[in-house]
């Protein structure tokens, strides 16, 4: 299947809450408060938040007051226009690698959220895009990151810098850079160790591996994405504050699209921290992530 018809497939749920009422509710062509009340509320149901879900409707209805026409096939056209909109204000392209080698991604997330999967995808999509990419074993806590980490590195032909488990994290990361930039990587992509964004111990060992690359090349890292399990819902919201605080995230990539009701997750974030959605994630697959595209992600919305 092509990669739209699974992120049609993977936002059923979240399209069932979206569409299934509008054809019950509206009756005459009247745009009542109770109307717009119930789709607030089912917008809210689909993760895209409180103020979120209230800016929407609000705007939606200043687009069907445009409209001569006003049926729940308008409703629907003016509801999706309007949070395409909202998405499009923040998309933005994903970053090219640039001429100074090696582009460094920090990854980053709780655990739990897909990092590890994320990165060995992430290695696969620039490998496919003619980039040379090392990846970095900076999860030195859990037992089987570094061979978990070393399996998805086999499937997208990107080696690993590992020093094994309790080893210093940032130094670990240090030592990547150096044979990155030895080896003339273009691309090195460090794994870190899933936290808890409350502990702040644990933000202290992120903001470390930030400040030793800080040293090796001012500009890293170039990327800081932050890995998000869509069916979190708005749980999301605080990790992406507290992450946002402590290291500074550039992008988002928002994982396990696949069947979640809490799709709308994705408009609310972008709306409430105006930072991009670089990536999206529809299944296990190497080509089952993706840099995220408003329409695209709109459309399968509807």
């Not at 009756?27 to 917008?43: F, S, T, W």
């Not at 003619?130 to 990107?158: H, I, M, N």
């Amino acid at each position: 299947m092509s990669f739209l018809t699974r992120l049609k497939d993977g936002l059923a749920k979240t399209r069932q809450i979206l569409t299934t009422p509008l054809e019950e509710l509206f009756v005459g062509g009247k745009v009542d408060e109770a109307l717009l009340e119930e789709l607030e509320d089912q917008l809210v149901m689909a993760d895209f938040g409180v103020e979120t879900s209230s800016a929407i409707v609000s705007e939606a209805r200043e687009r069907l007051d445009r409209k001569q026409k006003k049926d729940a096939d308008a409703m629907r056209e003016a509801l999706r226009d309007t949070i395409r909109a909202h998405l499009e204000a923040v998309e933005q392209a994903v970053p090219q690698p640039p001429r100074v080698k090696p582009w460094v991604i920090l990854v980053v997330g709780v655990n739990g959220v897909g990092k590890t999967t994320t990165i060995g995808k992430l290695a696969a999509y620039f490998k496919s895009n003619g980039e040379s990419v090392l990846l970095a074993a900076g999860d030195t806590y859990r037992a089987a990151a570094v061979a978990q980490l070393q399996q998805w590195g086999d499937r997208s032909a990107a080696p690993l810098i590992s020093q094994g488990q309790d080893a210093d994290a940032a130094s670990v990361v240090h030592d990547a850079f150096a044979a990155a930039r030895a080896r003339k990587f273009d691309v090195l992509i460090a794994d870190t160790a899933g936290r808890l964004h409350t502990k702040s111990n644990l933000m202290e060992e992120l903001k470390k591996i930030k400040r030793v690359l800080g040293r090796l090349d001012p500009a890293a890292p170039h990327e800081t994405l932050l890995v998000l399990d869509g069916t979190t819902g708005q749980n999301a919201v605080s990790q992406v504050q507290k992450f946002h605080e402590a290291i500074g995230i550039t992008g988002l990539v928002v994982t396990k699209l696949d069947g979640t009701a809490k799709g709308g997750v994705v408009v609310g974030l972008s709306e409430k921290f105006k930072l991009p959605v670089r990536y999206i994630g529809v299944g296990e697959g190497l080509e089952d992530l993706r840099p995220f595209d408003a329409r695209q992600f709109v459309e399968a919305l509807f």
